[in-house]
């Protein structure tokens, strides 16, 4: 775990001139599970979208798989497509499971995918759903077609954001399992938002807590828990409301 | 009848291929002028069809702007091409106005969602177009329903010159005065059936969307 994949420097995202975000440095290594955790608003959701390249940061600059990216430099799509995100509330294209599932391959220009869809899909345990209508899936399931959509890319980076939120315990462990899985077998770094500090225990190697739109903290999953620096965190893990 | 399709799908085919980007990029970007853009293209969608042909009259007659050319890109008036034209411009705003509002229906997370998967600007206006298919097509209907029934414009513009730009709403009117009702009925029918069984078409092309 020691390649950096993310060298975030005095980055910042401001939008109508009210600053949300300001990380004024941030690593994140191959193949670890980075849990970001924090009250609502606290700028968890736009630190991803400027890990995916969705927006640039208003300064700074992030270096990616040793390429630097600025507000005025944005990474090229070939990039930008090593990296990808499974949202809170996932849009499923109104097509099959198996076609949602291939639709980021066929982005790509690939032409046969039949033996990667249908391994990822088994991952999942959707195999028997695949052609059915993603529309009409439960939430639980169709959480798992937007994990699969992304697991098939085969990423550098996976980015979570709240995956489990609304989610079912049997379908928050379902996912769970998978994301453990992913980073086990494709090495896969993952950056994980979550509200959950049980979620961020039991899968993460490191823990970030953010608080408006900064790094409060940032240790080891261990230390974050057991030796927190800041009595912020502390209060965080144990539930308390910190603003 | 021939005639008929033809001039009406031609004006059909150009506005789908100007109404359909032009509706798509009101649907997805937000910039100065839009409001005003939209406003525009909503009266556009209520054009008296009749005005729409004095106007391109006014324009391809000889003392008119574009009749003054006397470019062979432009056609004169009493011709099919001058049909195309006036047609045209009664159906795209349809087009482009109906193909707007159903890409501002889809989720705008999509757009975010398809992104993060890795798709380019324009994978993403066609993933948004193909979740907006049923509008889309929607709005072709519309666009053809609008000129396959009109009847001011083409009689302005076309002149109902037989065997050249009589097509079957003017020809419906000529026999209806000449009080040949028999055949006004029959052609009446045969354009009700055109308009019937090019919508059942297209109700076929949005495939099983409607089922669900």
Same mark, same amino acid.
């Given at each position: 775990?020691?390649?950096?994949?993310?060298?975030?420097?005095?980055?910042?995202?401001?939008?109508?001139?009210?600053?949300?975000?300001?990380?004024?440095?941030?690593?994140?290594?191959?193949?670890?599970?980075?849990?970001?955790?924090?009250?609502?608003?606290?700028?968890?959701?736009?630190?991803?979208?400027?890990?995916?390249?969705?927006?640039?940061?208003?300064?700074?600059?992030?270096?990616?798989?040793?390429?630097?990216?600025?507000?005025?430099?944005?990474?090229?799509?070939?990039?930008?497509?090593?990296?990808?995100?499974?949202?809170?509330?996932?849009?499923?294209?109104?097509?099959?499971?198996?076609?949602?599932?291939?639709?980021?391959?066929?982005?790509?220009?690939?032409?046969?995918?039949?033996?990667?869809?249908?391994?990822?899909?088994?991952?999942?345990?959707?195999?028997?759903?695949?052609?059915?209508?993603?529309?009409?899936?439960?939430?639980?399931?169709?959480?798992?077609?937007?994990?699969?959509?992304?697991?098939?890319?085969?990423?550098?980076?996976?980015?979570?954001?709240?995956?489990?939120?609304?989610?079912?315990?049997?379908?928050?462990?379902?996912?769970?399992?998978?994301?453990?899985?992913?980073?086990?077998?494709?090495?896969?770094?993952?950056?994980?938002?979550?509200?959950?500090?049980?979620?961020?225990?039991?899968?993460?190697?490191?823990?970030?807590?953010?608080?408006?739109?900064?790094?409060?903290?940032?240790?080891?999953?261990?230390?974050?828990?057991?030796?927190?620096?800041?009595?912020?965190?502390?209060?965080?893990?144990?539930?308390?409301?910190?603003? | 009848?021939?005639?008929?399709?033809?001039?009406?799908?031609?004006?059909?085919?150009?506005?789908?291929?100007?109404?359909?980007?032009?509706?798509?990029?009101?649907?997805?970007?937000?910039?100065?002028?839009?409001?005003?853009?939209?406003?525009?293209?909503?009266?556009?969608?209520?054009?008296?069809?009749?005005?729409?042909?004095?106007?391109?009259?006014?324009?391809?007659?000889?003392?008119?702007?574009?009749?003054?050319?006397?470019?062979?890109?432009?056609?004169?008036?009493?011709? %099919?091409? #001058?049909?195309? &034209?006036?047609?045209?411009? *009664? $159906? +795209?705003?349809?087009?482009?106005?109906?193909?707007?509002?159903?890409?501002?229906?889809?989720?705008?997370?999509?757009?975010?969602?398809?992104?993060?998967?890795?798709?380019?600007?324009?994978?993403?206006?066609?993933?948004?177009?193909?979740?907006?298919?049923?509008?889309?097509?929607?709005?072709?209907?519309?666009?053809?329903?609008?000129?396959?029934?009109?009847?001011?414009?083409?009689?302005?513009?076309?002149?109902?010159?037989?065997?050249?730009?009589?097509?079957?709403?003017?020809?419906?009117?000529?026999?209806?005065?000449?009080?040949?009702?028999?055949? %006004?009925? #029959?052609?009446? &029918?045969?354009?009700?059936? *055109? $308009? +019937?069984?090019?919508?059942?078409?297209?109700?076929?092309?949005?495939?099983?969307?409607?089922?669900?």
């Amino acid at each position: 775990m020691s390649e950096i994949v993310y060298h975030l420097k005095e980055v910042t995202k401001s939008y109508n001139g009210r600053r949300v975000l300001q990380v004024d440095s941030l690593d994140i290594q191959r193949g670890e599970i980075l849990a970001v955790v924090g009250p609502s608003g606290a700028g968890k959701s736009t630190l991803l979208r400027l890990l995916n390249f969705l927006e640039p940061p208003t300064s700074g600059s992030i270096r990616f798989l040793d390429s630097e990216f600025s507000p005025d430099r944005t990474p090229p799509l070939a990039l930008r497509r090593r990296v990808t995100t499974v949202f809170q509330r996932p849009i499923l294209l109104n097509r099959t499971v198996w076609a949602n599932v291939a639709y980021g391959l066929q982005l790509r220009g690939q032409r046969e995918f039949t033996s990667q869809v249908q391994a990822t899909l088994e991952q999942v345990g959707l195999t028997s759903m695949a052609h059915q209508r993603a529309r009409t899936l439960s939430g639980g399931e169709a959480q798992r077609v937007a994990l699969a959509r992304a697991m098939v890319l085969q990423p550098d980076v996976l980015l979570l954001d709240e995956p489990t939120a609304n989610l079912d315990p049997y379908n928050v462990g379902l996912i769970e399992e998978i994301v453990h899985m992913l980073n086990a077998k494709q090495s896969a770094s993952l950056v994980l938002v979550t509200h959950n500090v049980f979620q961020a225990k039991r899968l993460a190697h490191r823990v970030a807590l953010m608080l408006e739109g900064q790094i409060a903290e940032i240790a080891d999953v261990d230390s974050f828990f057991e030796s927190p620096r800041d009595p912020r965190t502390a209060a965080f893990a144990r539930g308390e409301m910190v603003y | 009848m021939a005639l008929s399709l033809r001039v009406s799908g031609m004006a059909l085919l150009v506005s789908a291929l100007i109404g359909i980007p032009l509706g798509a990029m009101m649907g997805l970007s937000r910039f100065r002028g839009r409001k005003l853009l939209i406003a525009l293209l909503y009266t556009g969608m209520g054009f008296p069809p009749v005005v729409v042909g004095l106007f391109v009259y006014l324009m391809l007659s000889r003392s008119g702007p574009f009749g003054q050319l006397n470019s062979p890109l432009i056609p004169e008036l009493f011709t %099919a091409g #001058a049909m195309v &034209i006036a047609q045209t411009i *009664i $159906s +795209f705003p349809l087009v482009a106005g109906f193909t707007m509002a159903a890409v501002m229906g889809v989720d705008p997370y999509l757009r975010q969602q398809v992104q993060a998967l890795g798709a380019t600007r324009w994978q993403t206006v066609q993933s948004v177009l193909t979740e907006a298919r049923v509008g889309v097509i929607v709005s072709i209907i519309a666009g053809f329903g609008s000129i396959i029934s009109e009847v001011g414009a083409v009689m302005l513009v076309g002149g109902n010159i037989e065997g050249s730009t009589r097509v079957l709403t003017t020809a419906i009117v000529l026999e209806t005065r000449k009080g040949n009702f028999e055949l %006004a009925i #029959a052609l009446g &029918i045969i354009l009700l059936s *055109i $308009s +019937f069984l090019t919508n059942v078409a297209m109700l076929r092309l949005q495939g099983r969307t409607f089922d669900e």
